[in-house]
């Protein structure tokens, strides 16, 4: 079946630095992206849409300067934390649409990011 | 904001026994899913279920929908130790962008 990465599965970095997480459509092209975080025990919220070659839909209360997103090509979107803070701790995950005759969602493994 | 909100939050049962778990959601919607949880894990996509359908079967999973109501329920019959994760409820409402619902922590006991 089809298969999204997500990567890194954990990352630890410093405050203020900033961290990139991938996330790819392993087997088919993904023109529509999403991602989502998710704090301990709580829902996923969803934080933006990414689009191939335009820029990402936000969702309202999520800051694009800080959650850049960047979705280069039709089997990548990035998520950057910008300046991270111990308070942007959190589960990362990412959705790819399949366009293709199922036109499903599938969704990646999920991205611990943990500021210290 | 969340679309949906899911009954009970926590539920804990002994195993071999079913298990319920109900999603209300505010909007029109064009499908509902509904997805499983490990702790820390990534999500596991359990049933989709259409607007135009009121019930459908995957297993010892039943899923029923009803959009007069605006809700969903998500029946797991013979419950294992296994099966002890959180359940989300996800609405679509077309442009595949799902809302996810509150989630319900299930713990099977042995």
């Known amino acids: 079946g089809a298969v999204v990465s997500q990567h890194p599965s954990w990352v630890i970095c410093k405050s203020g630095t900033s961290v990139k997480i991938e996330c790819r459509s392993l087997?088919?092209?993904?023109?529509?992206m999403f991602w989502y975080r998710q704090f301990p025990k709580q829902s996923l919220m969803l934080m933006a849409t990414?689009?191939?070659?335009?820029?990402?839909?936000?969702e309202q209360g999520v800051e694009k300067d800080k959650f850049l997103i960047n979705h280069a090509s039709l089997t990548l979107s990035t998520l950057t934390v910008t300046s991270a803070h111990p308070e942007d701790s959190s589960f990362y995950i990412c959705?790819?649409?399949?366009?293709?005759?199922?036109?499903?969602?599938?969704f990646g493994e999920g991205s611990w990011l943990t500021v210290v | 904001s969340q679309q949906g909100e899911e009954d009970p939050q926590a539920l804990s049962i002994q195993e071999g026994e079913n298990a319920t778990m109900n999603c209300s959601y505010k909007?029109?919607?064009?499908?509902l899913q509904w997805y499983r949880q490990n702790s820390g894990r990534g999500l596991v996509h359990l049933i989709l279920?259409?607007?135009?359908?009121r019930e459908k079967h995957s297993g010892r999973l039943r899923v029923t929908l009803d959009t007069s109501k605006k809700s969903s329920s998500l029946l797991i019959t013979a419950s294992r130790a296994a099966d002890t994760a959180s359940y989300f409820c996800?609405?679509?409402?077309?442009?595949?962008?799902?809302?996810f619902g509150t989630g319900t922590r299930l713990k099977v006991l042995a």
């Open positions: 959705s790819a649409r399949d366009e293709g005759p199922g036109n499903t969602i599938y």
């Open positions: 996800a609405t679509g409402s077309g442009t595949y962008k799902y809302i």
């Open positions: 279920i259409r607007s135009n359908e």
């Open positions: 087997d088919f092209q993904a023109t529509t």
């Open positions: 909007t029109s919607i064009n499908n």
């Open positions: 990414s689009n191939e070659g335009s820029k990402a839909t936000y």
